[in-house]
């Protein structure tokens, strides 16, 4: 059973940072993909960011390039998601969630990821 358990949301103001945890445990598969998507109020939910193991390729929403920012701690098999220059847009639940065999066309589709963990809010003010 794949569990993730995300952390690090909370209220900034425009042009600060948060950093995110996403950690996982559970899975046998070698090859999966963990993601950052995010829900903003009355708006799908929106890819962010993805890293595909094994092999590290990291995937980036283009309008979120340059800000946004996503890595692994291997030996704590935590994800994490550096966002700067925050702006009260990138205001949303931000959800991290695991795919196994990713194939390239599908890691940025939301209804292909199997597990999800429960979402943390961030809130950028103006």
């Known amino acids: 059973q794949v569990q993730l358990v995300e952390s690090g949301g909370g209220v900034v103001q425009t042009g600060g940072s948060l950093r995110l945890s996403c950690a996982v445990s559970g899975g046998t598969s070698s090859s999966y993909a963990v993601a950052w998507f995010r829900e903003a109020p009355g708006k799908e939910r929106e890819f962010v960011a993805a890293?595909?193991?094994?092999?590290?390729?990291?995937y980036y929403a283009d309008r979120l390039k340059g800000r946004f920012t996503m890595s692994r701690d291997g030996a704590k098999n935590t994800f994490y998601l550096q966002m700067n220059s925050l702006r009260p847009e990138d205001t949303a639940v931000y959800y991290c969630?695991?795919?196994?065999?990713?194939?390239?066309?599908?890691?940025?589709?939301?209804?292909?990821?199997?597990?999800w963990g429960q979402g943390t809010q961030v809130t950028v003010s103006s």
């Open positions: 969630a695991r795919i196994s065999n990713p194939i390239l066309s599908t890691i940025r589709i939301s209804d292909r990821y199997h597990y």
């Open positions: 890293v595909r193991r094994p092999n590290g390729a990291t």
